[in-house]
């Protein structure tokens, strides 16, 4: 992809628990989060075609903030077992599971797409457990070469790390640091060519960061830190 194209997506919650989308001058049902196992719900698909979605199953889920949040799994009212299209989960205040817009095609609910990371005022509360990192890149071939990411090092660390960006990158750029459990722990502007980072306050373990431009997350990873050793 050469060109890209803005799209603009405005989302609102009412007193009943739905959350809407606004886009292409069309508001649309995106989720309602009051239904109950056996209610059923319509939406419109990426295709624009109409699905019925019903409820399967209720609970919830505790993400990082140690808080829980109600959780709906539901299925394609074409598919009574789930079998051929399989489920889809919703998470209040989050959205689904396989990402917050997507609902694919045909009412179908199998979709390779999935959620990486949720983050809410630049605190992590959701994190794939099944991935390492909250990376995930989409590039042309013609566009970033490895050369283009900023360098995260040493790793792993004993307290001090340096974040190295390329001399024709954009700046500023903000460094968030989270603990294992996703609690934002660190913060501060990347101004400069190399920006140095101490984890001197934080013990020995695995950490997650993420660069950012604004309110935009352009790279993520992990940090270990250990023991320093005489």
Known sequence: MQDWQEVDIYLREDDQQRVWKYQYFTESLLYDFSLSIGDSVEITDDLGLPCTLVVTQTDSLTLADMQPYRRLKLRSAGDPDGSFFGFV?????????????????????????SLLCF??????????????TCARFLTSITEATPSAA??????????????SLPTNHDKPLTFYLY??????IQQLDIQDSITA????AWP???YFYRIAKGEVTRYSG?????????
């Open 119 to 132: 983050f809410q005022q630049g605190q992590r509360l959701y994190h794939d457990s099944e991935r390492e």
């Open 197 to 200: 980072v101490s984890l001197q």
């Open 179 to 184: 603990d294992s459990s996703g609690r934002l």
């Open 222 to 230: 992990s940090i270990v830190k250990v023991d320093h050793r005489e």
């Open 150 to 163: 900023p360098i995260v090092y040493p790793n792993p660390s004993q307290g001090l790390l340096s974040i």
């Open 89 to 113: 989960e919703w998470v209040e205040g989050m959205g689904s599971l396989y990402g917050p817009l997507y609902y694919g095609g045909f009412c179908a609910t199998d979709f390779g797409e």
């Open 204 to 206: 020995a373990g695995t």
